[in-house]
């Protein structure tokens, strides 16, 4: 089993819509979480940390549960900027600061 | 410069051939990270260094690829051997870690290195 699992996608809705994004990482000691958005041919950049209580940025929100080991990323009101590659990103709690990344959801928002 | 500079950016070589793909970290970051981007893929992890030490190499898919960071700063990803399965790009990053045991920081990458094996 991988240690970071997404839905590839691709996800591909209107402007305006509301898209949810789901991630599973295998490690129960995982501890920090992220999601970073990679544009074409760009490198990744990240976009929000995830904390245990949910944390909302705008139009987006992430949450966490520790008990299912799952990662959502939930976008409101898309844009057509919107559109790129949305990578579930863990610290699989091995020890230290590895950092691993899922193979990545592809959003493409249209008008 | 400000970001995470990786050099070359493109490299076309021929298997069986020897690669060096440097990095040149964020100022100051203490943590350096080496990743492989296929098309369509995630990056996958291949090693990462706190200071000059190797903190963590479980990525590096076998004996061919090894990295170094002598100073601390500066890191090369060395590839022997070259093979076709190798052509990818090859992602560094860089982070100032922060307090405790959680990864707290934020990864920033540079814009990778483009390896071509003919």
């Known amino acids: 089993r991988k240690e970071v699992e997404q839905d590839p996608g691709p996800f591909n809705v209107p402007e305006g819509a509301t898209v949810a994004f789901n991630c599973t990482y295998s490690?129960?000691?995982?501890?920090?979480f992220f999601w970073y958005r990679q544009d074409c041919r760009k490198e990744p950049k990240l976009l929000m940390s995830?904390?245990?209580s949910g944390n909302e940025d705008g139009r987006f929100t992430a949450q966490l549960n520790r008990a299912s080991q799952y990662i959502s990323l939930l976008i409101r009101d898309s844009k057509l900027s919107d559109s790129a590659t949305y990578l579930c990103?863990?610290?699989?709690?091995?020890?230290?600061?590895?950092?691993?990344f899922g193979a990545g959801t592809r959003l493409f928002v249209k008008a | 410069g400000a970001g995470v500079s990786q050099t070359p950016s493109n490299k076309v070589t021929e298997k069986g051939k020897y690669v060096e793909l440097r990095c040149d970290p964020i100022?100051?970051?203490?943590?350096l990270y080496w990743y492989r981007q296929s098309l369509g893929q995630g990056p996958e992890f291949l090693i990462y260094?706190?200071?000059?030490?190797?903190?963590?190499d479980s990525g590096l898919p076998n004996d061919r690829f090894f990295a170094v960071r002598p100073e601390g700063s500066v890191s090369t990803l060395k590839i022997q051997r070259t093979e076709r399965g190798d052509s990818a790009v090859y992602l560094c990053?860089?982070?100032?870690?922060?307090?405790?045991?959680?990864?707290?920081?934020?990864?920033?990458f540079g814009e990778g290195s483009r390896l071509t094996v003919l």
């Open positions: 990053a860089s982070s100032s870690l922060t307090s405790g045991s959680s990864n707290t920081g934020e990864l920033f």
């Open positions: 490690n129960s000691a995982s501890q920090s």
């Open positions: 995830v904390y245990s």
């Open positions: 990103v863990v610290n699989p709690g091995t020890g230290g600061f590895k950092t691993i």
């Open positions: 100022s100051g970051h203490t943590a």
């Open positions: 260094f706190q200071g000059t030490g190797a903190a963590d």
